[in-house]
């Protein structure tokens, strides 16, 4: 038996699902479309009543590099330690460094106990890949082109404002 939606969970499904809104404008970039509803906002249009449609959506990975143990243990001291200094700052501004600890002497021990645990993890996770993933790299998704859509009652209004938009600074 499913669970019934929440409250917030159904005004998001409301807000996302308004297949009535028309297309007011369309872009080959994100930013180009969120530039237009920028422009309109500025334009004190009620841009509540406008949405940003991805279409030809595609997940891109750029891949960075190749995994081997040294990349692993190296990739893992680094996150380790940043962990490690970010938690030693955290127990020093709650006070449990107590009297006898100072703030550089937490930091160490936070940045060294980081490096350990981080070399810990990056090894397994790297052994128990199985070398299935020998590499690292970033990734995102991305559409062909963004549409701008507006409730049709108010499409007219904001396709006139986007006439008057500016272009962008550099073209």
């Not at 996302?16 to 970039?29: F, G, I, K």
């Amino acid at each position: 038996m499913s669970q019934p939606f929440s409250p917030q969970q159904q005004a998001l499904g409301n807000l996302l699902d308004r297949p009535n809104r028309v297309q007011v404008a369309s872009y080959t970039q994100y930013l180009e479309a969120q530039r237009a509803v920028d422009f309109l906002s500025d334009q004190k249009f009620p841009v509540e009543h406008t949405s940003i449609v991805g279409e030809g959506l595609k997940i891109v990975e750029q891949v960075t590099g190749r995994l081997d143990w040294t990349r692993a243990l190296s990739l893992g001291m680094t996150q380790g330690a940043f962990t490690g200094i970010f938690i030693g700052l955290i127990l020093n501004f709650l006070g449990f460094g107590g009297a006898s600890r100072n703030f550089l002497s937490l930091m160490i021990d936070g940045l060294l106990l980081g490096i350990i645990f981080g070399a810990f993890w990056g090894l397994l996770s790297y052994a128990l890949s199985g070398g299935r993933r020998d590499f690292t790299s970033v990734g995102g998704m991305r559409a062909d082109h963004y549409h701008v859509m507006c409730d049709p009652e108010l499409a007219e209004q904001a396709r006139e404002l986007l006439t008057r938009m500016p272009a962008a600074p550099g073209r």
